[in-house]
Nanobody, 117 residues
Framework: QVQLVESGGGLVQPGGSLRLSCTAS????????MSWHRQAPGKQRELVATITSGFITDYADSVKGRFTISRDNAKNTVYLQMHSLKPEDTAVYYC???????????WGQGTQVTVSS
C-alpha cells in the first residue's frame, strides 16, 4: 500500500502565494504520473496540473502562468507552487499518483486552500 500526505494549504489573501507538497510513502515500486486536483464547494473535482515521469507538465487553462507543478523523485514528492491566487482558487486540493505494476491510483486526503481578504 501507498500513502500520500499533503501539506501547505491555508488562508491567503488575493494575489498571494502558497506551496503545496505531497509525499508518498509505503511500498513504492515506481511512480509514474503525479498530479494535483481541486474541488470547490458544490463543484466537481477538476484537474489542476499534471507531471509525467519524464517531467512533462500540463495545466488547466485557469491556472496557466500562475501555478507550477514539480516533482522530486528521490523524495517521492510532488509540489504545486501557486502565485497570484484568486478567490476562485479556493478549494480542497488533492494530490494523485499512478504507481507500480500493475498500475494503481492513489489519492491524498486533501488540503484546504482559501483565498480571501
Amino acid at each position: 500500500q501507498v500513502q500520500l500526505v499533503e501539506s501547505g494549504g491555508g488562508l491567503v489573501q488575493p494575489g498571494g502565494s502558497l506551496r503545496l507538497s505531497c509525499t508518498a510513502s509505503g511500498s513504492i515500486y515506481r511512480i509514474y504520473a503525479m498530479s494535483w486536483h481541486r474541488q470547490a464547494p458544490g463543484k466537481q473535482r477538476e484537474l489542476v496540473a499534471t507531471i509525467t515521469s519524464g517531467f512533462i507538465t500540463d495545466y488547466a487553462d485557469s491556472v496557466k502562468g500562475r501555478f507550477t507543478i514539480s516533482r522530486d523523485n528521490a523524495k517521492n514528492t510532488v509540489y504545486l507552487q501557486m502565485h497570484s491566487l484568486k478567490p476562485e482558487d479556493t478549494a480542497v486540493y488533492y494530490c494523485y499518483i499512478r504507481e507500480g505494476i500493475p498500475l494503481q491510483d492513489y489519492w491524498g486526503q486533501g488540503t484546504q486552500v482559501t483565498v480571501s481578504s
